[in-house]
């Protein structure tokens, strides 16, 4: 009976497993919604514009004795302009930051940030962050003083996919928040960041955070950052835990008539959140969001916006691994992404389309608030001492069942027979590592019915079960009288 419920739960676990692999398979048509906002047209324009025929191929974020390209640093320049003729003059600036690593050497880099401030009676200087990384990994950086340490390997393409596309979404928002119409129905102020060092420990928006101040922290309502797009699906990732601005999201995807081409992650893909300890001061997040700059926005409401993977044991690539795999790699250039993935454009405007919705739809600072009012429960499960709990827990719920069972076949069966009690033991391992003395009987976990015993107990056992005299342990015997083992006597 035992074996017949394991295969039992098995195959039922194999179905179930099969199922939420299959969740959200296929490739969304793109091209379908055309929205009234953010054409793809449009957006692959800004897009061509950022990477600038192969001007801003080579972002690297690296700059040492031995890496003295300054190319992060001349995107930089060009988003600050860009970003200027969208905001005005003030509204942009250009912040430096350096990071010293746990081998001695000093890089440096710069965050560009564009503040777009509304009414302050609406807004109450309530904060939204929308951002994307614009550095890559063009070039090899392997300057440590620690075993000549490989920081990333270069792949010498212009990035189109990861982070361009993140870029341009970013840049057609600022546009469109700008517009006088919009901007004085805002009811949060907006700051627009390209964060630099994205691919060194997310080093930019660790570095943009901790120079909000306390004051502006304490203001931020929530961070939304938009990373490589182009992928077979469009995810949005908001927590491990069901949240409000998130519900809100997907919301706003299904009233603008395209929420058929967003959703959110299988269980799977999400997978549980971590700690990295080679991560300073990153907390707890879930697993798929640590690629992302959102990750140091842990304690605030968080969304990140990216395509997604139908294999979802792909975590680090988004792409479906079967199809195309171009995100960090030397084939991220535009010519791929326009050739592999002809839909990237209009994903684009369906993701622009979403944030704005979202920012610009009733009812989206209640969202935020009770989604900040609501707290984290989950926070305490990434100190040791949870992993203590889980076991006890864990144990805990594996010994109830057993215990329920032992003492309901212990009631109905100790005195079998009439006049004998037994004592009920679980033989948890089988009955080849037990002693079991007169007085006992086992549940034997092991064996295929562990309560053999109890269901078919031996009316009689002082009686020979072949019909004459007392049972030694040979029922071979054939007459009366006592048999002594010996066959036939």
Not at 77 to 83: C, S, T
Not at 105 to 111: A, C, K, L, V
Not at 339 to 359: F, H, K, N, T, W
Not at 398 to 421: F, M, Q, S, T
Request: proline letters at 3%; hydrophobic letters at 35%.
């Amino acid at each position: 009976m035992a074996r017949k419920i394991t295969v039992i739960i098995l195959c039922a676990m194999l179905v179930l497993g099969a199922a939420l692999l299959l969740t959200g398979c296929g490739d969304a048509d793109y091209s379908v919604p055309e929205t009234e906002l953010f054409t793809a047209e449009k957006m692959k324009q800004t897009l061509e514009d950022f990477l600038g025929d192969g001007e801003r191929a080579d972002r690297t974020s690296m700059t040492t004795a031995t890496v003295t390209d300054d190319g992060e640093k001349l995107a930089a320049d060009w988003l600050a302009e860009r970003l200027t003729g969208l905001l005005g003059e003030g509204s942009v600036s250009v912040n430096d930051f350096a990071y010293t690593t746990e081998y001695g050497d000093r890089f440096e880099s710069q965050n560009v940030v564009g503040e777009l401030r509304g009414d302050p009676e609406k807004t109450d200087r309530r904060r939204i962050v929308i951002g994307a990384n614009y550095d890559n990994t063009y070039a090899t950086v392997n300057v440590s003083q620690y075993n000549n340490y490989v920081y990333f390997n270069g792949t010498g393409a212009e990035a189109a996919m990861d982070n361009g596309t993140g870029v341009a979404v970013v840049l057609a928002l600022a546009e469109y928040f700008a517009r006088e119409s919009v901007r004085e129905t805002l009811a949060v102020d907006i700051d627009f960041v390209f964060y630099g060092m994205g691919n060194i420990e997310h080093r930019g928006a660790y570095a943009y955070i901790q120079n909000l101040g306390e004051t502006a922290r304490s203001k931020l309502m929530l961070a939304i950052n938009v990373d490589r797009l182009g992928g077979d699906r469009l995810l949005t990732y908001f927590d491990e835990e069901s949240t409000a601005h998130g519900r809100f999201i997907l919301e706003t995807a299904d009233e603008a008539g395209f929420g058929d081409y967003v959703s959110e992650p299988n269980a799977f893909t999400a997978d549980y959140g971590m700690r990295s300890a080679n991560i300073e001061d990153l907390p707890y997040t879930p697993k798929a969001l640590v690629s992302d700059a959102a990750a140091y926005f842990d304690n605030y409401s968080i969304c990140a916006i990216t395509s997604g993977a139908d294999n979802p044991f792909w975590l680090s690539d988004r792409e479906r691994s079967s199809d195309y795999n171009i995100s960090g790699t030397s084939s991220d250039t535009m010519e791929n992404l326009e050739r592999l993935s002809p839909d990237y454009a209009s994903q684009m405007a369906v993701a622009a389309e979403l944030i704005a919705g979202s920012v610009t739809r009733d009812g989206f600072v209640d969202a935020l608030v009770a989604g900040r009012d609501s707290g984290r429960g989950y926070i305490w499960m990434v100190y040791p001492i949870a992993g203590y709990i889980a076991v006890a827990v864990l144990s805990l719920a594996a010994l109830v069942p057993i215990v329920v069972l032992v003492r309901r076949y212990e009631k109905n069966h100790r005195d079998d027979p009439p006049g004998v009690k037994k004592n009920v033991r679980v033989a948890v391992f089988g009955m080849d590592y037990e002693k079991p003395k007169d007085d006992e009987v086992y549940v034997d976990f092991a064996s295929a019915d562990p309560f053999a015993d109890f269901d078919s107990p031996d009316p009689d056992p002082g009686k020979d079960k072949d019909g004459g005299g007392a049972d030694n342990g040979d029922n071979g015997g054939s007459g009366g009288g006592e048999d002594d083992g010996k066959d036939g006597k």
